[in-house]
C-alpha cells in the first residue's frame, strides 16, 4: 500500500512540475532589433538588419568553400585569425566587409567569400590577406554590392 501511495505522489509532483513548465503567462520577452525597428514612434533612426541570405544562397554550389572547409591545423586557424584580425582592425571595413568569409583550406590557400560594399574595400581585405599568406596563397571571390 505504501508503494502504491509513493507512486501516486510521483506522479502528482510530475503532473504539477509539467504544467507548471507549460504555463508561460509569467514569461517576459525581449523586443528583438526587428520589433525595435518596427516602432514608428521612437526619434532614436533605426538600421536595417543586414541580411545576406539571398547572396549565401550559392554557398550549397560543390565549387565554392564554405567555412566548414576551414583547415583544422593550429598554423591555418591562426592564419586565418590574423587574417580576420587585420580586417576587423582597419577602419575602412563596413560591417560587410568585416564579416566576409575567410577559409584557409587544408592546402593553405586563403579563399575570401561574401559581400563588400566597394571595390576599395574588396582590394582592401585582399591586400590584407596578401600580406599574411603570401599574394600566391589568395582566392578572392568577394562580390561587391552595388545597390
Sequence with gaps: MNHLKSSIAIIAIGSLL?????DNRNETTTPTN?????????T??????????A????DGATQNLTPIAQSQ?????????DIRRAV??????SMN???????????????LRGVVNSTAE???VEAHAARIAGEANVVNQLEVNYD
Excluded at 34 to 42: A, K
Excluded at 44 to 53: F, M
Excluded at 88 to 93: H, N
Excluded at 97 to 111: L, M
Design 18 to 22: 509539467f504544467a507548471v513548465g507549460c
Design 34 to 42: 526587428r520589433d525595435l525597428n518596427t516602432d514608428r514612434s521612437s
Design 44 to 53: 532614436v533612426p533605426t538600421q536595417r538588419d543586414a541580411d545576406n541570405t
Design 55 to 58: 547572396r549565401n544562397r550559392g
Design 73 to 81: 591545423s593550429m598554423e591555418h586557424i591562426r592564419l586565418t585569425a
Design 88 to 93: 576587423l582592425d582597419d577602419d575602412r571595413m
Design 97 to 111: 566587409a568585416q564579416n566576409c568569409k575567410i577559409i584557409t583550406s587544408k592546402d593553405g590557400v586563403v579563399t
Design 122 to 124: 574588396r582590394d582592401a
